[in-house]
């Protein structure tokens, strides 16, 4: 297993892991005597050591990522070995056909849409894709949509929801793409009318963060009936950075910590808020160290929240969907009382 890119944090699993790529490497090599590998002293020897790096990996890994800051997870969810949309596509579906082109300007590939089938369920996925070569990642804006990405994503929602079908999307993105060309062609008009045609959309939709979650474009695809996030995603109104930049005029190490606490980021703080319903677990050590378990978890969700929503009625749906998001941030203020509030012996 050959590391290319290491978090930091991680450096106490290097020699863990190389140890281990070793001892496999010698495994395969080592010729057996007879025809029982386990009778074979020195196969056995090898195998021990093996199973004793690897419990140890284990033990280190349940130690590191059961202590993650906020800014940790933010790393985490930018790792370039991270699953996106298109690894769960080829991981979780079937029959994928994507639909390209928003019919007013062009394709944007920082959005990727089209029909699938997840289990036994058909579905329209609708995801941000960042990239993961150099090339892909330049074509792809780093995962942050143009206005036509989100154009053709509300218009191939609005197909599904023509022909009955659930959606799915998954969210990965630091932000809208913020350049000039985007703003002169609707930027924020686009995901504005994504949020509120979404809201009122007469079929099932289910959301899942799986990496980034930053601002209206995340939004832009995550109006649903239910929404989730991976263990180790974050999801905010601003990436740490950018809140960083405004609070204390640069962003550093130590400013984008700070504001990753303050901005309360996490799967675990969205649920406590209540601005996700579910957090799914990831495989330990994080998506990137196994995307086909990340995966299972994945669908499995989606099947059995999407199997929940098609036994509502539509009105209800709609109903329950408005409610859900126009209640986010509400807080009741109490006056305090008159008895409280006067001085001892008055």
């Given amino acids: 297993m050959a590391t290319y890119y290491q978090l930091d944090f991680e450096k106490p699993l290097a020699e863990i892991e190389k140890s281990i790529e070793a001892i496999e490497n010698e495994l395969k090599a080592t010729p057996l005597r007879g025809d029982d590998p386990s009778g074979d002293p020195i196969f056995a020897e090898l195998s021990a050591k093996l199973e004793d790096l690897r419990a140890k990996r284990r033990t280190e890994l349940e130690t590191i990522y059961g202590r993650l800051s906020p800014w940790d997870t933010v790393r985490v969810a930018r790792h370039p070995g991270r699953p996106q949309t298109r690894d769960y596509i080829n991981l979780m579906c079937r029959d994928f056909t994507e639909l390209h082109g928003d019919r007013r300007y062009g394709d944007d590939p920082a959005i990727v ?95 899942i963060v799986i990496g980034e979650g930053g601002s209206g474009g995340a939004l832009g695809i995550a109006v649903a009936d239910r929404v989730a996030m991976l263990s180790h995603s974050w999801y905010s109104v601003i990436s740490p950075e950018g809140c960083a930049a405004i609070l204390w005029k640069e962003a550093n190490e ?83 009382s008159e008895a409280a509030g006067s001085a001892p012996g008055a």
């Fill in 113 to 207: 849409t089209g029909f699938a089938r997840i289990g036994k369920l058909k579905v329209m996925i609708v995801g941000h894709q960042k990239g993961k070569e150099t090339s892909e990642k330049i074509a792809c804006h780093f995962g942050c949509a143009h206005p036509e990405g989100y154009r053709k994503a509300l218009a191939k929602m609005q197909l599904a929801a023509k022909y009955q079908t659930p959606i799915v999307t998954l969210v990965d993105t630091p932000g809208a793409y913020p350049g000039l060309g985007a703003e002169q062609r609707g930027q924020a008009e686009a995901i504005a009318v994504n949020m509120l045609e979404m809201s009122r959309m007469p079929t099932p939709i289910v959301s």
């Fill in 254 to 336: 130590q400013t984008n910590a700070a504001a990753a606490k303050s901005l309360r980021l996490t799967a675990r703080d969205n649920l406590e808020l209540g601005i996700v319903d579910d957090v799914i677990q990831e495989p330990l050590g994080g998506a990137h160290r196994d995307p086909s378990g990340t995966a299972a978890a994945l669908q499995l969700w989606i099947e059995t929240r999407l199997t929940e929503l098609r036994q509502e009625p539509i009105d209800s749906l709609l109903r329950k969907r408005y409610e859900r998001f126009r209640k986010l941030g509400v807080y009741l203020e109490q006056q305090p």
